[in-house]
C-alpha cells in the first residue's frame, strides 16, 4: 500500500528516511555530491515521503522562491520506479501548492522530462547543467 506523508526537516526519523532515498539516489546512483544534495534549504522546505508497505521508496521537496514555487529532489528508488510512485508523489505537491496564485516551476533532469510532460509541465528555456546533470527549466500552466 502506498502512502505519501508530508513532513519537516525538524521530524529527524522522518528525515532521515527521505535523505537516505535521496542519498541512494542522486549521491550514489547519479554520483551528485553530498553537499550539492545537502543544502541549505531543507529546513525552509516542504518535504514529502513516499512507503510503499511502509518502506521508505520515495521523496521530494517544494520551497519558495524569488521566481515562485521551486519543486525539488524528486526521487525514487530504482527498484521501486515505473510503479506510478513518482506521479503519486508529484500529484500530492501539486496539490498543495496549485492554489498559491504563485508560478510553478522545476528543473527537470533530461532522463524526467517525459515524466513532467505527462503531468502537464512545460519547456522554458535552453538546457544547462546542475551537478554535473543535463536539465531543462519546466513549468506548470497557471
Not at 42 to 62: F, M
Not at 89 to 112: F, G, P, R, T
Request: glycine content about 4%; aromatic content about 12%; proline content about 1%.
Amino acid at each position: 500500500m502506498l502512502e505519501i506523508k508530508r513532513f519537516s526537516f525538524d521530524e529527524k526519523t522522518i528525515a532521515e528516511q527521505a535523505f537516505e532515498v535521496r542519498r541512494i539516489v542522486f549521491v550514489d546512483e547519479q554520483k551528485v555530491s553530498r553537499e550539492e544534495e545537502f543544502d541549505e534549504f531543507e529546513k525552509s522546505s516542504h518535504h514529502y515521503l513516499a512507503l510503499n508497505n511502509n518502506q521508505p521508496v520515495g521523496t521530494a521537496r517544494w520551497r519558495k522562491t524569488n521566481n515562485g514555487i521551486k519543486l525539488e529532489r524528486f526521487a525514487v528508488l530504482q527498484s521501486q520506479r515505473k510503479n506510478g510512485i513518482g506521479k503519486a508523489i508529484l500529484d500530492e505537491v501539486l496539490k498543495d501548492v496549485k492554489n498559491q496564485e504563485q508560478k510553478i516551476y522545476l528543473h527537470a533532469q533530461l532522463s524526467a522530462l517525459d515524466f513532467y510532460k505527462k503531468a502537464g509541465f512545460i519547456e522554458e528555456g535552453e538546457h544547462f547543467w546542475e551537478a554535473n546533470i543535463e536539465h531543462v527549466k519546466m513549468v506548470f500552466p497557471a
